[in-house]
């Protein structure tokens, strides 16, 4: 399955951003998904997961109730509502695909990565 991201920009802290994945060349319903994220200098995290239904989400601590992860399977397509955003948050996140049989909250699930897409947020 081949992944696009799109949607980063620069926000101030306290803003909002949505991020968007859309999915070609494989049944997006076979896959769960998720957000990750790389902020310079640290290792890539996971930020949010989801079922191949969106039944089940999984989040970092350092998002819930922040974030929102969902999505379109009609549309082939992920989200990432990212509400009151930080300084913290500034990094290149990433979408990835999980086959559905794989445990979705796990990020060694993932083998099919998208490009990532950049998110700063200024203080």
């Known amino acids: 399955v081949q992944l696009q991201a799109s949607g980063g920009g620069l926000v101030q802290a306290g803003g909002s951003l949505r991020l968007s994945c859309t999915a070609s060349g494989r049944t997006f319903s076979s896959y769960s998904m998720g957000w990750f994220r790389q902020a310079p200098g640290k290792e890539r995290e996971i930020v949010a997961t989801t079922t191949w239904n969106g039944g089940s989400t999984y989040y970092a601590d350092s998002v819930k109730s922040r974030f929102t992860i969902s999505r379109d399977n009609a549309k082939e397509t992920v989200y990432l509502q990212m509400n009151s955003l930080k300084s913290e948050d500034t990094a290149v996140y990433y979408c990835?695909?999980?086959?559905?049989?794989?445990?979705?909250?796990?990020?060694?699930?993932?083998?099919?990565w998208g490009q990532g897409t950049l998110v700063t947020v200024s203080s």
């Open positions: 990835a695909a999980a086959l559905r049989s794989r445990v979705y909250y796990l990020g060694s699930s993932y083998n099919n």
